[in-house]
């Protein structure tokens, strides 16, 4: 288990353009950096057409030890 931190952007449509995992804030578990940026890309927000067409963010997911 442990977090990972990942940086994305989003483009006024809601969808995640690029999604980056940021390494010192992140687990070094390569399966857990994978499965995050994944889960990353596939994530939707709120579309805006008054939204600038590139906006930055993070997510951080936690996996916890089964």
Known sequence: ???VAVAIVVDNRGYVRNAT???HRSSTD???QEYATRA???SRFTASTKAPSRQ???IIYRFIAQ
């Open 56 to 58: 930055t963010g993070e």
């Open 21 to 23: 995992v940021i390494p």
């Open 30 to 32: 390569i399966c857990l």
């Open 1 to 3: 288990g442990g977090d």
């Open 40 to 42: 990353a890309m596939r």
